[in-house]
């Protein structure tokens, strides 16, 4: 038979595939019935477009898809979003429905860790050792660790000629703390020029391409290093980390059988020695160790970020925040602990309001049902569907949040707030709710607390683009806020 003849067999085979697949989804799919654009029903790259060349614009493409399709919508063949509420505890919550393990393997920066973890059993015996180091009891025994990088911050800030990028300064301080406390490492970003540390314009770039390397058939920091560094310079930073985690992790199984079981280390290297004899795979514990750095340096900072930016842009609740903080903080030369700032109301609900609109991670984390149908915000789903609800839409939801665009703290002070409570996912919820979230209020607390009490300062050419964020899993702005320091406040 001619090579042409054999050409057109494959050609005609592939069209009846492609036409036979459109069919089932569109047809006889078990979503069938379920309401959303119909290029969504028959392939991922619907969403893929809006992922890839509308600039993260996923989570804006979402809420025109709930407008006009209702509280779910099917936004793939075999995929379904949420925008009900009562659908987040179902989904993430409950221990039916497990995290669907295509996308962390294939999205996630961090695969081996507990974050990515899909087995409920593992994931459960790594959260408690985790769990242990990074409890209430044990952030507020370094709390110092934390205030000694607060205050390094303000000092620097403070000496800033020219305005200073907070985002930036936030991050930095973040990445310092998480550094020293759990690595004892002293990453010193705080001292980089802007606070541009290679690391953390590193990630922003690796997380710029996060959907590109979604789509690829390969995992792109899988490949031998050699070939990173050559196709993909941007990696060479996190690379390096990687590499310092590694040569950690090797320089504690050397010396095991020398530990002092009355010494002191570093929570990293607790972990490491509590998981010397559970068969942990050492690329598991290297994931272990980027996915620290990685989470608890950019969601703490970009709630900071926006809580700065609307304070700056509202007079009005920037002056009933220093006024609170004024009257309980009388010395600035002696620091306040947490404790203390817990226990002041309007910081508090501050604090929740920059993480209602800052939202923690913005992308839907997806959960996998099972092989039985399960029941979501009283929706019947079936077997082998994809769920997901991301915590933007929660936090956006109109009847939850009046107004849910505007900065408002009062919100979290009326006599209903306790209820409203439920609907704050920055750290997700249930037995997967964020580790460090201990460490992460501590941060916030001090930040800000200690950023507003002791400078005066103003924005610096502010405007809307420094909190519009674009979904990338994490939410990235292109414009950062930069502040002009005036001086020390008395």
């Known amino acids: 038979m001619p090579s042409h003849s054999w050409q057109t067999v494959a050609l005609s085979l592939l069209l009846t595939r492609l036409v036979t697949l459109v069919v089932y989804r569109w047809f006889f799919h078990p979503l069938r ?49 949420f925008s009900d509420p009562d659908a987040y505890d179902d989904i993430y919550v409950t221990s039916k429905i497990l995290k669907d393990p295509t996308w962390y393997f294939t999205t996630s920066p961090a695969p081996g860790s507990v974050f990515s973890e899909i087995d409920p059993k593992e994931a459960a015996k790594r959260r408690f050792k985790l769990g242990s180091y990074l409890s209430r009891k044990a952030v507020l025994r370094l709390e110092e660790v934390v205030q000694a990088k607060v205050n390094k911050l303000v000092k620097i800030l403070s000496s800033y000629p020219t305005p200073s990028n907070i985002h930036y300064g936030y991050r930095a301080a973040t990445f310092d703390i998480i550094s020293s406390y759990v690595f004892a490492q002293e990453m010193n970003a705080l001292d980089y020029p802007g606070f541009k540390h290679q690391f953390l314009t590193a990630m922003d ?31 060479i930073p996190l690379i390096e980390e990687r590499q310092y985690i590694a040569n950690k992790i090797d320089e504690l199984a050397m010396n095991l059988n020398n530990h002092d079981p009355e010494d002191k280390k570093a929570v990293f290297d607790m972990f490491i020695r509590d998981s010397s004899d559970s068969g942990l795979p050492r690329w598991k514990l290297i994931d272990e160790g980027a996915a620290f750095q990685m989470a608890a340096t950019d969601t703490t900072a970009n709630a900071c970020a926006h809580g700065t930016f609307h304070l700056l842009m509202n007079p009005e609740i920037l002056v009933k925040l220093r006024k609170e903080l004024d ?72 009847t939850l949040f009046p107004d849910p665009n505007k900065f408002i703290p009062e919100r979290w002070l009326s006599g209903d707030s306790r209820k409203l409570e439920k609907y704050l996912v920055a750290f997700s919820k249930g037995p997967r709710i964020c580790l460090g979230i201990n460490l992460a209020w501590c941060e916030m607390y001090l930040i800000l607390a200690n950023v507003f009490r002791k400078l005066e300062f103003e924005a610096h050419e502010a405007t809307l683009e420094n909190v519009r964020f674009r979904d990338y899993i994490l939410p990235l702005v292109h414009e950062h806020l930069h502040v002009q320091v005036k001086g020390l406040r008395s």
């Open 205 to 235: 770039e690796i997380f710029h391409t996060a959907w590109i390397l979604k789509y690829l058939p390969f995992r792109l920091d899988r490949l031998p290093e050699w070939i990173c560094r050559r196709i993909a310079p941007v990696t």
């Open 327 to 398: 009257e309980a903080w009388k010395d600035v030369s002696q620091d306040m602990k947490y404790g203390q700032l817990e226990e002041l109301p309007y910081l508090g609900a501050v604090i929740k309001e920059s993480l209602r609109l800052s939202c923690g991670i913005s992308s839907p984390t997806p959960r996998l049902v099972g092989k039985k149908e399960v029941t979501i915000a009283g929706c019947t789903v079936p077997p082998g569907t994809i769920v997901g609800c991301a915590s933007y839409i929660i936090h956006s939801n109109p």
């Open 33 to 81: 019935k379920f309401p959303g654009p119909w290029l969504a029903s028959v392939t991922k790259y619907y969403r893929g477009y809006y992922e890839i060349f509308r600039d993260g614009g996923w989570l804006d493409q979402l809420e025109v898809l709930h407008q006009r399709y209702g509280p779910v919508v099917r936004v793939a063949p075999s995929e379904l979003h």
